[in-house]
Structure formats: C-alpha cells, structure tokens
C-alpha cells in the first residue's frame, strides 16, 4: 500500500492544485462575466438574458486565454484547432446551463430586479462551472500520456551542443 497510497496521494494533490489553478482563472472570469453583465445592463436596453450571453461570451475568450496558459500549460499544445473547437462546444453547452437559469428565474418566476438577476446569475454559473471543469479536463486539455511526458522532460534536460564556430574570412 505504501507505494500505491503514496501515487494516491500524489494524483490527489495534483488534482487540487489544479483545481486551484482552475478556480483562479474561473474567478478572474467570474468578476469579467459579472462586471461586463451589470455594464451591459446599465448602459444598455440589452434584454437581460441577452446581457448575460455577451458577457458570458465575453468571459469565455478571457477563460480561455488563462486556461491555456496558466491552469493547463502543461498539457497537450499539438492539436490547438481541436481544443480551440472543443473548449467552444463545451463552453457553448456551459453557456446554456448558466442562461437557462437565468432565463427560467427572469422568464419563468419573473425574478427580474436587478439583484435576483445577478443572484441567478451567479448560481448559473455556479453550476456551469462544474460542468466545464470536468470537461474541459478530460475532453479539451489533454494530459500528455506518460512516455511523451517523460521524453518531452528528457530533451528539454540535454544539454545543447554548441554551435561550431565559424572562421570570419569564411574558411
């Protein structure tokens, strides 16, 4: 069990730092969703469903740039168009999780102050969260199988060979 418990409790703690990681991101585009939302619906006569799908999009292009770059840079970068396409149809299905319950509270209840709004707003996002956390760590930001891990650590470990030096009058 010691050997076994021990890659347990490794998986384990990568999975929370991840999911930190995740949740850091997540939250910088929690305040982006929320502040272009409530900007939207100040400034504009923007219905507020509509209002909240700009800002929902908006906050997908600013998740994905951290998700890339900050939660997953260690994952697979060889086949961008493929996660590109599969972060926006799971970013796409996680923007109709978040507005259809904004849409059932406004639509449905008539919960439509502007509180309730960001109260329902919120929660929508709440659980939309949660499923694109699980699918964009399974579908879109691939791990790296374990062998092109390791040799993808090995060549960056080898020492580079020096150039050859060049005699200046070109022999």
Not at 14 to 30: H, M, P, W
Not at 53 to 60: D, E, G, K, N, Q
Not at 89 to 112: H, K, M, Q, R
């Amino acid at each position: 069990m010691g050997e076994r418990g021990g890659r347990l409790r490794g998986q384990l703690h990568q999975l929370v730092r991840e999911a930190a990681k995740f949740g850091a991101v997540g939250g910088a585009g929690l305040l982006v969703n929320l502040a272009v939302f409530n900007l939207v619906r100040q400034v504009t006569d923007i219905p507020v469903v509509r209002a909240s799908v700009l800002a929902t999009i908006v906050a997908i292009a600013f998740n994905y740039v951290g998700f890339r770059y900050f939660t997953y840079r260690d994952r697979d970068k060889s086949r961008r168009t493929r996660e590109l396409t599969l972060f926006l149809l799971f970013s796409s299905a996680g923007l109709v999780i978040e507005n259809g319950v904004l849409y059932t509270a406004t639509y449905g209840f008539g919960w439509d102050t502007p509180l309730q709004s960001n109260i329902f707003k919120f929660l929508g996002i709440g659980v939309a969260t949660l499923f694109r956390f699980w699918s964009y760590r399974t579908w879109v930001f691939r791990a790296l199988p374990p062998r092109e891990a390791v040799l993808s650590a090995e060549s960056f470990l080898e020492p580079r060979r020096p150039e050859p030096v060049r005699d200046p009058v070109g022999r």
